[in-house]
Protein backbone atom coordinates (compact mmCIF):
# COMPACT_ATOMS: atom_id res chain seq x y z
CA UNK A 1 0.00 0.00 0.00
CA UNK A 2 1.76 2.98 -1.54
CA UNK A 3 0.10 5.25 1.33
CA UNK A 4 2.27 4.27 4.16
CA UNK A 5 5.29 3.86 2.42
CA UNK A 6 8.26 1.91 2.29
CA UNK A 7 8.79 2.25 5.78
CA UNK A 8 5.89 0.42 6.90
CA UNK A 9 6.77 -2.32 4.41
CA UNK A 10 9.82 -3.18 5.95
CA UNK A 11 8.51 -2.90 9.61
CA UNK A 12 5.73 -5.30 8.82
CA UNK A 13 7.93 -7.83 6.84
CA UNK A 14 10.17 -7.52 9.99
CA UNK A 15 7.33 -8.08 12.32
CA UNK A 16 6.58 -11.36 10.25
CA UNK A 17 10.01 -12.60 10.44
CA UNK A 18 9.43 -12.50 14.77
CA UNK A 19 9.27 -15.61 16.38
CA UNK A 20 7.94 -14.78 19.53
CA UNK A 21 4.27 -14.04 19.81
CA UNK A 22 4.27 -11.43 22.19
CA UNK A 23 6.73 -9.79 20.82
CA UNK A 24 5.31 -10.30 17.52
CA UNK A 25 2.19 -8.69 18.69
CA UNK A 26 3.53 -5.52 20.55
CA UNK A 27 5.48 -4.80 17.27
CA UNK A 28 2.15 -4.98 15.41
CA UNK A 29 0.59 -2.44 17.53
CA UNK A 30 3.65 -0.03 17.29
CA UNK A 31 3.04 -0.36 13.22
CA UNK A 32 -0.65 0.69 13.20
CA UNK A 33 0.50 3.55 15.94
CA UNK A 34 2.55 4.58 13.33
CA UNK A 35 0.33 4.05 10.37
CA UNK A 36 -2.18 5.93 12.16
CA UNK A 37 0.21 8.70 12.45
CA UNK A 38 1.29 9.00 9.10
CA UNK A 39 -2.31 9.00 7.56
CA UNK A 40 -4.71 11.03 10.21
CA UNK A 41 -8.40 11.07 9.55
CA UNK A 42 -11.75 12.79 10.30
CA UNK A 43 -13.65 9.52 10.99
CA UNK A 44 -14.46 8.22 14.09
CA UNK A 45 -11.85 6.14 15.97
CA UNK A 46 -13.28 2.77 16.15
CA UNK A 47 -13.54 2.93 12.15
CA UNK A 48 -10.30 4.31 11.42
CA UNK A 49 -8.56 1.47 14.31
CA UNK A 50 -10.69 -0.85 12.10
CA UNK A 51 -9.23 0.00 9.00
CA UNK A 52 -5.68 0.16 10.13
CA UNK A 53 -5.61 -3.27 10.89
CA UNK A 54 -7.17 -4.56 7.69
CA UNK A 55 -4.80 -2.45 5.83
CA UNK A 56 -1.72 -4.34 8.53
CA UNK A 57 -3.05 -7.58 7.57
CA UNK A 58 -2.85 -6.62 3.77
CA UNK A 59 0.47 -5.32 3.74
CA UNK A 60 1.59 -8.49 5.50
CA UNK A 61 0.07 -10.53 2.90
CA UNK A 62 -2.41 -12.13 5.85
CA UNK A 63 1.23 -13.67 6.48
CA UNK A 64 1.30 -11.99 10.10
CA UNK A 65 0.02 -14.28 13.29
CA UNK A 66 -1.21 -12.18 15.92
CA UNK A 67 -4.21 -12.10 17.53
CA UNK A 68 -6.14 -9.02 15.91
CA UNK A 69 -8.03 -6.97 18.42
CA UNK A 70 -10.91 -6.20 15.52
CA UNK A 71 -12.70 -8.51 12.78
CA UNK A 72 -10.26 -8.37 9.76
CA UNK A 73 -11.82 -9.03 6.53
CA UNK A 74 -10.59 -12.07 4.59
CA UNK A 75 -7.97 -12.42 1.80
CA UNK A 76 -10.95 -14.06 -0.32
CA UNK A 77 -13.07 -11.15 0.04
CA UNK A 78 -10.47 -8.43 -0.48
CA UNK A 79 -9.20 -10.55 -3.69
CA UNK A 80 -12.40 -11.55 -4.77
CA UNK A 81 -14.07 -9.83 -7.94
CA UNK A 82 -17.76 -8.60 -8.33
CA UNK A 83 -20.14 -10.78 -10.09
CA UNK A 84 -20.63 -9.12 -13.31
CA UNK A 85 -23.65 -7.47 -13.67
CA UNK A 86 -26.33 -8.42 -16.14
CA UNK A 87 -26.66 -6.59 -19.38
CA UNK A 88 -29.98 -6.70 -20.68
CA UNK A 89 -29.64 -7.26 -24.52
CA UNK A 90 -32.91 -6.78 -25.99
CA UNK A 91 -33.62 -7.14 -29.45
CA UNK A 92 -33.46 -4.54 -31.71
CA UNK A 93 -34.13 -4.27 -35.12
CA UNK A 94 -32.19 -1.66 -36.87
CA UNK A 95 -29.12 -0.83 -33.86
CA UNK A 96 -29.02 2.96 -35.65
CA UNK A 97 -31.95 3.90 -34.21
CA UNK A 98 -31.50 1.85 -30.75
CA UNK A 99 -34.36 0.30 -28.45
CA UNK A 100 -35.34 3.62 -26.79
CA UNK A 101 -36.75 4.59 -30.47
CA UNK A 102 -38.33 1.59 -30.77
CA UNK A 103 -40.29 2.12 -27.51
CA UNK A 104 -40.76 5.93 -28.58
CA UNK A 105 -42.69 4.50 -31.58
CA UNK A 106 -44.75 1.43 -29.42
CA UNK A 107 -45.72 4.21 -27.34
CA UNK A 108 -46.70 6.53 -30.27
CA UNK A 109 -48.75 3.56 -31.88
CA UNK A 110 -51.06 3.09 -28.03
CA UNK A 111 -52.02 6.73 -28.23
CA UNK A 112 -55.72 7.89 -28.94
CA UNK A 113 -55.64 11.47 -29.60
CA UNK A 114 -54.53 11.84 -33.42
CA UNK A 115 -52.79 15.08 -33.07
CA UNK A 116 -50.57 13.95 -30.35
CA UNK A 117 -49.89 10.93 -31.72
CA UNK A 118 -48.79 12.83 -34.86
CA UNK A 119 -46.63 15.46 -33.31
CA UNK A 120 -44.48 12.66 -31.24
CA UNK A 121 -44.39 10.81 -34.48
CA UNK A 122 -42.50 13.77 -35.43
CA UNK A 123 -40.32 14.15 -32.69
CA UNK A 124 -39.24 10.44 -32.77
CA UNK A 125 -38.59 11.32 -36.75
CA UNK A 126 -36.22 13.87 -35.81
CA UNK A 127 -34.50 11.46 -33.19
CA UNK A 128 -34.60 8.48 -36.13
CA UNK A 129 -32.59 11.11 -38.17
CA UNK A 130 -30.06 12.75 -35.69
CA UNK A 131 -29.17 8.29 -35.37
CA UNK A 132 -28.89 8.03 -38.74
CA UNK A 133 -26.55 11.06 -39.13
CA UNK A 134 -24.32 9.89 -35.97
CA UNK A 135 -24.61 6.38 -37.50
CA UNK A 136 -24.06 6.87 -41.03
CA UNK A 137 -24.06 10.14 -42.93
CA UNK A 138 -24.44 8.27 -46.26
CA UNK A 139 -27.93 6.85 -45.14
CA UNK A 140 -29.43 9.64 -43.98
CA UNK A 141 -32.32 10.19 -46.03
CA UNK A 142 -35.80 11.10 -45.55
CA UNK A 143 -37.50 8.67 -47.21
CA UNK A 144 -35.88 5.45 -45.10
CA UNK A 145 -36.99 7.55 -42.07
CA UNK A 146 -40.64 7.40 -43.29
CA UNK A 147 -40.21 4.27 -44.74
CA UNK A 148 -38.61 2.74 -41.06
CA UNK A 149 -41.95 4.36 -39.21
CA UNK A 150 -44.27 2.93 -40.89
CA UNK A 151 -42.14 -0.39 -40.66
CA UNK A 152 -41.68 -0.17 -37.01
CA UNK A 153 -45.73 0.62 -36.25
CA UNK A 154 -46.59 -2.21 -38.45
CA UNK A 155 -48.52 0.89 -41.06
CA UNK A 156 -50.32 2.52 -37.79
CA UNK A 157 -47.71 5.79 -37.47
CA UNK A 158 -47.47 7.98 -40.80
CA UNK A 159 -44.67 10.58 -41.92
CA UNK A 160 -45.03 12.25 -45.29
CA UNK A 161 -41.57 12.90 -46.21
CA UNK A 162 -42.36 15.12 -48.89
CA UNK A 163 -44.41 17.68 -46.43
CA UNK A 164 -42.54 17.02 -42.91
CA UNK A 165 -40.06 19.07 -42.77
CA UNK A 166 -37.28 17.73 -40.71
CA UNK A 167 -34.88 19.85 -38.00
CA UNK A 168 -31.56 20.70 -39.71
CA UNK A 169 -29.32 17.61 -38.45
CA UNK A 170 -25.54 19.51 -37.05
CA UNK A 171 -22.67 17.75 -35.57
CA UNK A 172 -22.33 18.32 -31.96
CA UNK A 173 -18.80 19.59 -30.30
CA UNK A 174 -17.81 16.26 -29.83
CA UNK A 175 -18.50 14.76 -33.13
CA UNK A 176 -16.76 17.42 -34.73
CA UNK A 177 -13.52 17.10 -32.58
CA UNK A 178 -13.21 13.16 -33.72
CA UNK A 179 -13.62 14.22 -37.16
CA UNK A 180 -10.34 16.69 -37.04
CA UNK A 181 -9.03 14.24 -34.84
CA UNK A 182 -9.42 11.80 -38.41
CA UNK A 183 -8.48 14.22 -40.47
CA UNK A 184 -5.46 14.64 -39.17
CA UNK A 185 -4.41 11.17 -39.08
CA UNK A 186 -5.11 11.06 -42.74
CA UNK A 187 -2.77 14.02 -43.37
Known sequence: MPEYGRGVQMMVDIAVQIEDREQRQRCANTIVKIMSNLLPSSASKSDDEHRLWNHLARISHYKLD?????????????????????????????RHYGYLVEQALEYAKTLKDEQER????????????????????????NALVAQDI???????????PESFIFEQVEESPLQSADSMKKHKRKK
Not at 72 to 92: G, N, R, S, T
Request: net charge negative; charged share 25%.
Open 66 to 94: IDYPVDIIPQEEVQAHPAPLPYPMKPIRR
Open 118 to 141: QSITECIANQMKQNLFIWNRDSMD
Open 150 to 160: ESYSDGKLHLD
